[in-house]
């Protein structure tokens, strides 16, 4: 047992027969797993093994046209006396054109797997806030390795084309270089991050997950190294990658489809609600009061609204309509027509449709098509998503009962069913919204009927917006990822993380732009525009951002996705209109920009900085909450 090592250029990729981990110098740097790392398989029975537990383990150097590496083979593993049907290749290789180092795991039989933890963690362990690692959670996260509070538990439990992971990589920075692992495989994948309290380290990981209960295909992670960089060059190199991959698609080619995409920027963001119903045994059934479980405001008054803020002088607004069907908010989907008949039915919400048309508005109905409610009149236990041992979800959780997941194969048929209604009872709409798709992670239905992986479950999901836009409508949904970026032209909010939590709760690190510097010029993105006396003003981060902003915003739940009550705020509608006025005109300027770079000012990470590529420049301080808008022409 000893060393196995392979060069290319200023790479040099060693291999360690006996822990059988690994070490990568890269331009003078050297980055190694930790010691503390083996490599890991659990199994379904909750037991793990070890890769070093195969009877037959063997290694060998590899090479073809386009790199070099190391080929090691693992078979022969048993658990007790029960041998097990499990064996796995992995290739380890440097590509000759561009340096990067390539972490491949082929299965070749697979019995009872739930998830593989390889390849493994960087050795990353100095107390130093200079060492600090780079998490697409939300928009995105800095934690050094000296933050104060413990970072483990992840939303989703980490699986990537979540909330959790926007963009499937991660990376770590530290003064002498840093590197970027992508995840190419993200569908069928997760990370788990390992920072205790006050450090001194952090450790994060790819784990690989089975695909309808089966590990069967090859899955890879690409690692690039860098020197002198920081996590703007991380997000460039990813930016690229997107590229290369056809991801990035950018608002320009999106308004070319479709020129509304020029309407809705600068457009202020207004989200209101029609009816509310919420059933007993729920999670926000008001037991005290329940009285405030049914609340309903007819479609006229939201026409008088729109009327209002005209005549306030908003040229530009969008309303996102929750509750429009006749259910109420979250209830009976798929089953969700007609138009709430106690709200004006199909007349009052045409007369809406023509009241945001005659003062130049944009109109979206919120739908959904995952949370699949056993009243509606369509559910048929066969159409919901099954596991392999053929159970179904059924949970109370929103406001409409007992739900199970529809299976996303059957997603875009009720989409084009209720959108052909809406359509043809006169409904305008230029934009809409299809819930949670891009927030919630993949779904998997093992029924060979309409059998479905995680990755046609987003194929899928990725359907039903191209039909909206193939009928003129802008599709959106709940947050940003990665996976829906042909497709999307905006969302809901793609916020940092402690905006979704109850003001005052620990952060997980510090916020940073990481989606908006790969992806700006990409999606419109609003911003929250909360204002608490003594605490930051998220106004501030919608220009930072270069974004939109909500002038009004009803949340359907209370306390819930960053809507918190806050008794000593009264809004004043003048006062939101002054506000978006001031976020407005920097949209219209840099929404079809890319974000180059941001920065911080100052050690404490209150003052920050972003550049764009027409030149702007915005400042904020959230000392003060003051903010500087530098425009090229002014320089």
């Not at 919608?542 to 739940?557: E, P, R, T």
Request: contains cysteine; negative net charge.
């Amino acid at each position: 047992m000893g060393y196995i090592s392979v060069e290319s250029g200023n790479i040099r990729l060693s291999f360690n027969e006996e822990t059988l981990n690994f070490e990568v110098s890269a331009n003078k740097g050297q980055w190694k797993w930790a010691e503390s790392y083996k490599a890991t398989i659990k199994m379904k029975s909750g037991e793990e093994i070890f890769f070093s537990d195969a009877e037959n383990i063997s290694h060998e150097k590899w090479k073809t046209g386009v790199g070099v590496g190391i080929h090691s083979t693992y078979s022969g593993f048993s658990l007790g006396s029960r041998e097990l049907n499990l064996a796995f290749e992995t290739i380890s290789w440097i590509e000759y054109s561009t340096g990067d180092v390539y972490f491949e795991f082929i299965p070749l039989s697979d019995e009872g797997i739930e998830a593989v933890y390889w390849p493994g963690y960087m050795e990353f362990e100095e107390n130093s806030p200079k060492y600090y690692s780079v998490l697409n959670i939300l928009q995105g996260l800095l934690l050094p390795n000296t933050w104060k509070n413990e970072v483990r538990k992840l939303s989703f439990d980490g699986q990537l084309c979540s909330n959790t992971a926007y963009m499937p990589w991660f990376g770590q920075v530290r003064p002498d270089g840093g590197y970027i692992a992508i995840c190419m495989q993200p569908w069928d994948a997760a990370f788990q991050v390992d920072h205790p309290a006050n450090g001194p380290y952090t450790h994060v990981g790819f784990r690989w997950l089975p695909s309808l209960g089966k590990m069967d295909y090859r899955r890879v992670v690409r690692y690039t190294f860098l020197t002198d960089c920081d996590y703007n060059s991380l997000c460039k190199v990813y930016r690229k990658y997107s590229m290369e991959t056809g991801l990035l698609t950018t608002l320009a080619e999106k308004a070319a489809r479709n020129p509304n995409v020029d309407k809705l920027i600068g457009s202020a963001i207004v989200h209101k609600g029609i009816k509310t119903h919420v059933n007993p045994g729920t999670l926000f059934y008001n037991e005290e009061d329940e009285s405030k479980n049914d609340n309903l405001v007819p479609f006229s008054q939201r026409s008088a609204e729109l009327k209002h803020y005209k005549e306030k002088g908003v040229e530009k607004l969008y309303l996102h309509l929750d509750g429009w069907g006749q259910p109420g908010y979250d209830n009976k989907h798929p089953d969700y027509l007609p138009a709430c008949k106690e709200a004006g039915g199909w007349e009052g919400l045409k007369e809406l449709s023509d009241t945001a048309q005659e003062c130049g508005y944009m109109l979206g109905l919120h739908d959904q098509y995952r949370d699949y409610y056993f009243d509606a009149d369509s559910f048929d236990e066969e159409f919901a998503c099954k596991a392999p041992d053929g159970s179904i979800l059924d949970v109370s959780r929103w406001a409409g009962g007992r739900q199970s997941y529809l299976c996303t194969t059957q997603a875009p048929y009720y989409v084009k069913r209720n959108f052909e209604e809406i359509l043809r009872h006169g409904i305008h709409l230029e934009a809409s919204y299809l819930d949670v798709f891009t927030c919630n992670e993949g779904d998997e239905c093992a029924n060979p009927r309409h059998r479905m992986s995680r990755r046609e479950c987003f194929n899928y999901r990725k359907a039903c917006f191209d039909y909206l836009t193939s009928k003129g409508i802008l599709p959106s949904s709940e947050e940003v990822t990665d996976w829906a970026m042909q497709s999307l032209v905006f969302c809901h909010y793609g916020p940092y993380d402690f905006m979704l939590q109850p003001p005052g709760s620990p952060r997980k690190g510090i916020p940073v732009p990481l989606f908006n510097l790969v992806y700006h010029d990409c999606l419109i993105l609003p911003w929250l525009m909360d204002r608490r006396e003594g605490e930051e003003d998220f106004m501030l981060y919608a220009l930072l951002n270069g974004g939109g902003a909500y002038m009004d915003k009803d949340g359907a739940y209370p306390n819930c996705d960053g809507s918190f009550d806050d008794p000593n705020a009264e809004k004043q509608l003048d006062e939101d209109i002054e506000r978006y006025r001031i976020v407005a005109p920097l949209q219209e300027r840099v929404a079809k920009c890319e974000m180059v770079k941001h920065e911080f000012l100052n050690n404490d990470w209150k003052k920050q900085r972003t550049l764009f590529s027409d030149g702007t420049v915005v400042e904020v301080d959230f000392n003060d909450n003051s903010y500087k808008i530098q425009y090229p022409e002014e320089s």
